[in-house]
C-alpha cells in the first residue's frame, strides 16, 4: 500500500511539476486568422495554483488579462468572457473566446474557437520570445538613409491583408487612405534603425506605424487629452507616452522613432515621450511572429483617414 501511494503522489508531483513548461512569453502564428494578425501570450505561475497570463490579442487589440486559465492533462486552456453589443442599442451579450495549447517538442501548438460558433478552430503554434540583448548604448552608427515613400506610387509597399481591397493611392505626392483601406507593409525589412514619419489625420481618426511588422507607435487624433497606453505616441497598449504632444486635428505632425533591440524611444513633434522603453513583446498591429529577426514597416490603414508624406528610415549599425 505505501509503494502504490509513493508512486501515485510521484506522479502527480510529475505531473504538476511538468506544467511551468508553460511559463514564459509566446511569440505566436496564426494559421486562418482573418488579418494574418501574429499574437503574443505570457504565462505565470504555472505548476502552482495561482497560474495567470497576458495576451495579445482576444479582442479589441489590447493587451489582455486572462480571465480564466487552467492546465490539465497537459493541456493549457484559456479564455475571455467579452461583453459586445450586436448594434448599437442593443442588450450586451457575452462571447467565450477558448484558446487551448499543448506543448510539442518545445512549441505551443493551439487552436481558437468562440463557445457555439460553428466555423472550424483557428490553429497557431507558438515558440519562445527570445532574449535581445542591444541597447540603445551611444555605439550605434547611422547608415545610408533609405526614402520608403517615393512620393509618386506604392512602389515597395504590399498590401497586408488578402483580399481586402487596397484602399491607398498617391496624391499631389502624398501617401493617402480614405480610412477602412488594407493595412500595407514595406517590401524591405529592418532590424535596427531611426525612422522619420510626417503624417496627417483628421478629426477621430486612427491609424498607426508598424515597426518590425510587430510594435506599434499609434498614430490618434487626440489633442488635448491625457496621455495613456492608447494615445497618439504610445507603444501601442504597451508604453503610454509621458506628456500629450500632439497637434489639432489637420496639422502635419513628425515622429523621429528610434528602435535598438527592444528599446524604443519616441520624439513626437519634437518632444521626447517615450525614452528608450522596454518593449515586451508583440502589439496588435504584428503580422511577423519572428521577433528575433527583421521586420517590415507597417502603416495602418484599417481605421480612419490617414496621410503621409515623408517616410525615412536609417539604419543603425555597429
Not at 42 to 58: L, M, R
Not at 190 to 214: C, D, I, M, P, Q
Not at 257 to 278: M, S, W
Request: charged share 25%; hydrophobic share 35%; aromatic share 8%.
Amino acid at each position: 500500500m505505501r509503494t502504490l501511494l509513493a508512486v501515485l503522489v510521484l506522479a502527480a508531483c510529475c505531473g504538476f511539476a511538468g506544467d511551468e513548461q508553460f511559463n514564459g512569453r509566446w511569440d505566436i502564428k496564426t494559421f486562418g486568422e482573418p488579418r494574418g494578425r501574429a499574437w503574443w501570450l505570457e504565462i505565470e505561475g504555472a505548476g502552482t495554483p495561482n497560474a495567470k497570463g497576458k495576451f495579445v490579442s482576444a479582442y479589441a487589440g489590447d493587451m489582455n488579462t486572462i480571465d480564466e486559465i487552467s492546465i490539465r492533462d497537459g493541456v493549457l486552456e484559456f479564455g475571455f468572457f467579452p461583453k459586445e453589443r450586436p448594434k448599437p442599442g442593443a442588450p450586451a451579450t457575452t462571447r467565450h473566446l477558448v484558446y487551448t495549447a499543448r506543448l510539442v517538442d518545445g512549441k505551443l501548438e493551439g487552436t481558437f474557437e468562440v463557445e457555439g460558433q460553428q466555423r472550424p478552430p483557428i490553429k497557431w503554434v507558438g515558440v519562445r520570445a527570445p532574449v535581445i540583448n542591444e541597447k540603445d548604448d551611444g555605439t550605434w552608427k547611422e547608415g545610408g538613409p533609405v526614402e520608403l515613400f517615393n512620393g509618386k506610387d506604392l512602389t515597395g509597399w504590399l498590401p497586408l491583408v488578402a483580399g481586402k481591397e487596397l484602399g491607398w493611392s498617391v496624391k499631389d505626392g502624398l501617401l493617402v487612405s480614405t480610412g477602412g483601406a488594407n493595412n500595407i507593409v514595406s517590401e524591405r525589412k529592418f532590424w535596427n534603425f531611426k525612422l522619420h514619419v510626417e503624417y496627417r489625420v483628421g478629426a477621430h481618426s486612427n491609424s498607426g506605424v508598424g515597426l518590425r511588422a510587430r510594435y506599434e507607435v499609434q498614430v490618434l487624433e487626440d489633442y488635448g487629452r491625457s496621455p495613456d497606453t492608447h494615445s497618439n505616441g504610445a507603444l501601442y497598449s504597451r508604453i503610454a507616452p509621458s506628456e500629450n504632444a500632439s497637434k489639432p486635428a489637420g496639422e502635419w505632425q513628425a515622429y523621429d522613432i528610434r528602435l535598438v533591440g527592444r528599446e524604443v524611444t519616441v520624439v513626437l513633434n519634437g518632444k521626447k515621450v517615450i525614452d528608450r522603453g522596454l518593449i515586451e513583446g508583440l502589439t496588435a498591429v504584428a503580422t511577423d511572429a519572428d521577433e528575433g529577426q527583421p521586420g517590415g514597416i507597417i502603416l495602418q490603414g484599417d481605421h480612419g483617414p490617414v496621410e503621409f508624406r515623408k517616410i525615412t528610415l536609417t539604419p543603425l549599425v555597429k
